[in-house]
Nanobody, 127 residues
Framework: QVQFVESGGGLVQPGGSLRLSCTAS????????TGWFRQAPGKEREFVAV????????YYANSVKGRFTISRDNAKNTASLQMDSLRPEDTAVYYC????????????????????WGQGTQVTVSS
């Protein structure tokens, strides 16, 4: 069974940090780009970051550049998003996703491109 299981969400104070992780089962991440999206209530799903299969190239939304770091550990079949300097406007449900497309990662900012999705985890940034 193909699964992409997500963990790490929670409540943090402004300026705090969280690390989100997704673990794949039923498929291997070696040949998949992995992206992260987020969705706040009543808003469209928003691109956050993407990393290519080898981990050598990354691309971030302007809103998170310098604060978030996307990474992967193919040996553990996991993908991660380190979130630092969190702001209230980062509050959303965060989703990991994977796609086998060979497209340059700058074109992987649309959720419709992705094949597998995590279940979502709530991140709330509030004082």
């Amino acid at each position: 069974q193909v699964q992409f299981v997500e963990s790490g969400g929670g409540l943090v104070q402004p300026g705090g940090s969280l690390r989100l992780s997704c673990t794949a089962s039923g498929f291997t991440l070696d040949y998949y780009a992995t992206g992260w999206f987020r969705q706040a209530p009543g808003k469209e799903r928003e691109f956050v970051a993407v990393v290519n299969p080898s981990g050598g190239s990354t691309y971030y939304a302007n809103s998170v550049k310098g604060r978030f770091t996307i990474s992967r550990d193919n040996a553990k079949n996991t993908a991660s998003l380190q979130m630092d300097s969190l702001r209230p406007e980062d509050t959303a449900v965060y989703y990991c996703a994977a796609v086998a497309s060979p497209s340059p990662i700058v074109f992987l900012t649309t959720h419709r491109r992705y094949d597998y999705w995590g279940q979502g985890t709530q991140v709330t940034v509030s004082s």
